[in-house]
């Protein structure tokens, strides 16, 4: 995080502007960051990851069936555009299960457009509206030339004419922004300008990822992470952890001896002498040695673990036994609770998938603005891939297909709309039925009547 305190200090004297996010959302952030990316904490065993964990597992199921289609007529661009937005996904996914909020940045690239995911720590918020949507941000680059450091800032600011870039290149002296230097000092910024205004650009021309929860931080417009609520409950088990461990270092054996039977040896280490092993009488009290082996409580600590890692499933929305074992015997619980926990992960999924569809279509509109803006033929402004997400939880496709062949069969329902429907095909006009007649059913069986 000090990377972000130093952004947003560069920013301020670059552009008079402070980050909007309160002090205690920034600590939080931090706290978010350091728990995915185990970050040491005086007491805390890091080692599990559980944050990272929580992630994998959510992106995965999020993208595991996911499919995008576009019309047959989709220009090329279009197809470029949407294939470089899902190679992306996923990144930008995990940057704002973690974050809470991820900017993905369309970058003109191969006739049609690339997308650069930015994570939360990367760019500072100068100003939100009250429903928490980006109305200026900066982000900064770092640069490399002839053995000097640079930095180039960014300020985006959303206005009623459209988008206004304002860029500005600094050279570093150490850790502090030295002088502005022309955006032509470096080849790879000779292209651009100190201001660039695009119209008809709406917000900050970049796409955003959100996550569907409510702030439980400081109760502001800002998103927060997915684990934002159990993070209490992750210092515990990373607590619990390391007392695990701890128990299991103090309850080695080991032998106590009298001072007086340990000599030095060359090197100046005590040890026991050999020939002192000769023989020793039953009696303990004429022993020497004595031998400590006190018994582990490791299931205390890990029945405690169990529970900490139930209360994480229950406070995020996870299906039972995805962090903990599904009892503390590893034996079911009731039906009533297996269901109703496969409900709420079925749902958490469905935010998700939800709020990734929503960054799709505001990237693709976003691609046909500027496409106009910069000659690169993208279509209508407004055009959206169709999103296939495959089975939920909830849902089995496999079963509705077979609901809708058996209605098929029986008469109630037309054969033409059961395969719009297994297809994601348009079925609202008689030109669009036929065409799925012509596709799909013979004419021969359409003849004998089966249409």
Known sequence: MKGEDELQSYLEQAFGKSDVTSAKMRAALREWLDLYYGAPRTGEDAAPRLAALIVGKLCRTVFAEYETRLPPAAP???????????????????????????????????????????????????????????????????HSCDGRQYALLERRTAGAEGLTIETRLFELNGQM???????????????????????????????????????????????????????????????CEEQLNTEF??????????????????QGRRALRDD????????????????????????????????LLRGCESLLGLRRGIL???????????ATEITATAVDYDLTIRDLQAAWADTV???????GTLGALYGVPHGAADAAPSIDWGDGVLYDRARVWAEQREMVDAGLLRPELALAWYFD???ETEAE???????????????????
């Open 76 to 142: 090329e661009a279009v197809q470029r555009s949407l294939a470089a937005l899902n190679a992306a996904a996923r990144t930008a996914m995990q940057y704002a299960l973690v974050g809470g909020e991820c900017l993905l940045k369309p970058v003109p690239a191969d006739g049609g457009f690339d997308f650069t995911a930015i994570r939360r720590d990367c760019y500072v918020p100068l100003a939100r509206d009250a429903h928490g949507r980006l109305l200026a941000v900066g982000t900064m680059e770092r």
């Open 177 to 239: 922004l030295g002088r502005c230097v022309p955006l032509s000092t470096l080849p790879a910024c000779a292209a651009l300008v100190p201001q660039l205004v695009l119209p008809g650009v709406q917000g900050v021309g970049l796409a955003v990822l959100r996550m569907p929860l409510m702030n439980c931080v400081d109760g502001s417009t800002d998103a927060v992470s997915i684990y934002a609520p159990a993070a209490g409950l992750l210092h515990a088990l990373a607590r």
């Open 249 to 266: 270092a103090n309850g080695a054996s080991r032998v106590f001896a009298s001072e007086d039977m340990l000599r030095p040896d060359a």
């Open 276 to 307: 002192l092993f000769v023989g020793l009488p039953d009696d303990p009290a004429n022993v020497g040695v004595t031998v400590y082996s006190p018994a582990l409580r490791e299931q205390s600590y890990l029945a405690r673990k169990q529970d």
């Open 324 to 334: 903990s074992e599904l009892d503390g015997t590893g034996e079911p619980r009731t």
């Open 361 to 367: 279509r505001q990237a693709m509109a976003l691609c």
């Open 425 to 427: 095909l348009p079925c």
């Open 433 to 451: 039925l036929a065409e799925i007649r012509r596709r799909f059913i013979g004419a021969e069986r359409q003849k004998g009547g089966e249409s």
